[in-house]
């Protein structure tokens, strides 16, 4: 059976998601490099794939998917469904909800946060401070939350380590990168499941690739 192929730019904390699941599951795969800058997202071989020009991409045989939770749900009910929960409906039930919390309560308060201190010095953009303060007020209350169930779980769905966790590399990765990642100080469960996710080997591996400064050397933006 051939590999998976999976397009997409490295750094981009969306294709992170991806690519840590592939790397959990042992799944082989092939990444094929694209750049934003050149606009290949923009071709009509990838809007054949993905007719709203984004990454990533994943070719699995016939099945083409996008979007990136669809995606790493995808890969892991193929080849480690344990970490969605596998046959465990509460776990599953678990997954389910936080990785929905990452998408509609973190992701969309760390984004600007992300977008303004680390991508908006390079393409020219000023950093609106105003945004910025306002969703690190934001985000504190949100880690209240999460400092809450981690206090009484080891991982977000449970006591092991599942999609739910995986999930909330993408953007943290590049948070952390930020001058703000101390705020994590005041949280210290959500600090040590932190500690514990940067120290997977499949996470390691995929955040060898995603800079700090979102290889803007390379030309690739996410």
């Not at 994943?58 to 996008?66: K, V």
């Not at 401070?129 to 007020?137: K, R």
């Amino acid at each position: 059976m051939a590999p998976m192929k999976v397009y997409g730019w490295a750094v981009s904390p969306w294709m992170a998601r991806v690519l840590i699941c592939l790397e959990e599951a042992g799944a082989e795969y092939e990444l094929v490099p694209m750049s934003r800058v050149g606009g290949d997202h923009r071709q009509p071989e990838h809007l054949a794939r993905n007719p709203f020009g984004e990454i990533p991409v994943l070719e699995d045989g016939d099945l083409t998917l996008y979007q990136s939770r669809a995606i790493a749900r995808h890969i892991l009910r193929k080849y480690k469904p344990e970490l969605l929960g596998s046959d465990n409906l509460e776990v599953t039930a678990m997954v389910d909800v936080w990785v929905d919390v990452e998408a509609h309560q973190l992701e969309p308060i760390i984004r600007p946060v992300v977008f303004n201190v680390i991508t908006g010095p390079f393409v020219g953009r000023v950093c609106d401070q105003g945004l910025v303060d306002e969703s690190i007020a934001k985000l504190k209350k949100v880690l209240e939350v999460y400092e809450a169930r981690l206090s009484s779980s080891r991982y977000l769905a449970g006591g092991s380590v599942s999609l739910a966790d995986l999930s909330h590399f993408s953007f943290m990765r590049y948070f952390m990168a930020t001058q703000y990642a101390d705020v994590l100080e005041a949280y210290p469960h959500v600090k040590a499941w932190w500690e514990a996710l940067l120290a997977r080997p499949s996470v390691e591996k995929v955040m060898a690739g995603m800079p700090p400064d979102f290889g803007f050397g390379s030309g690739n933006i996410p």
